[in-house]
């Protein structure tokens, strides 16, 4: 499987616990995305990579959370002092280097579920 | 105001007919795409089709099309005989030609019946 991989897929935690997820690209890839997705809404962007340099950043993306990808290759997303609001999927997504058209897909994994408690 | 608007939070098709899922989006960068992504209960985001705002044609892959309506900044997904599998949600999402992030509408539940 070539695809982009998460781990783990499901994550239950207790408040105020600090989680880990991590993020393994399609080979290749220079851009990596972390999206958020709550229950009934769409993905929401928080952060990406362009090789190893986070780029952008959304205001979603509190102090407490933190993204990063060494090397640029995989990436974590780090989330400390867990809130019951931190309920979400989150997903990893990564795209060819983007051209002068905004047509370049992005490609996303299967997401990795955090549940705290 | 929102820039990905999907009016239908479900839609229900019979088997082998066809369905159309609504997406109208709203921004004023004249380079912008369009996406549409499929994502099953097992949460996925499956990429199905792309439409460019300079394309002169409406995308097609396989049974999926796309009815892009510039004037109308409408987007509609077209899935031609629909199958039992084709149960999901569906997302229509937006990238401008300045940025390298999508925003997503928030979806359309399609359910396929027998």
């Known amino acids: 499987d070539t695809g982009v991989s998460q781990d783990p897929r499901h994550k239950i935690t207790k408040r105020g616990q600090n989680v880990t997820f991590r993020c393994d690209p399609i080979?290749?890839?220079?851009?990596l995305y972390w999206y958020r997705q709550t229950l009934g809404q769409g993905p929401e962007f928080l952060t990406y990579f362009q090789n190893e340099a986070q780029l952008e950043k959304s205001r979603l993306l509190s102090d407490r959370f933190s993204a990063e990808r060494p090397k640029g290759s995989f990436s974590t997303l780090e989330i400390q002092r867990t809130e019951q609001g931190d309920s979400a999927m989150y997903l990893c997504?990564?795209?060819?280097?983007?051209?002068?058209?905004?047509?370049?897909?992005?490609?996303f994994g299967e997401g990795s579920w955090l549940t705290v408690v | 105001a929102q820039k990905i608007t999907q009016t239908q939070p479900g839609m229900f098709v019979q088997e082998k007919e066809a369905v159309t899922l609504d997406c109208t989006y709203d921004?004023?960068?004249?380079?912008?795409?369009l996406f549409w992504y499929k994502q099953p209960s097992s949460g996925e985001m499956i990429f199905l089709i792309y439409q460019g705002s300079y394309d002169q044609q409406n995308a097609t892959e396989g049974r999926y099309s796309l009815n892009f309506q510039k004037a109308r900044k409408s987007a509609n997904l077209v899935i031609s005989a629909s199958q039992l599998g084709d149960s999901a949600m569906y997302f229509c999402a937006m990238r401008e030609g300045g940025y390298s992030t999508l925003t997503f509408g928030k979806g359309t539940m399609l359910l396929v019946s027998p």
């Open positions: 080979s290749e890839h220079n851009r």
């Open positions: 921004t004023s960068d004249p380079s912008y795409g």
């Open positions: 997504a990564s795209s060819e280097l983007q051209g002068s058209r905004p047509g370049n897909t992005i490609y």
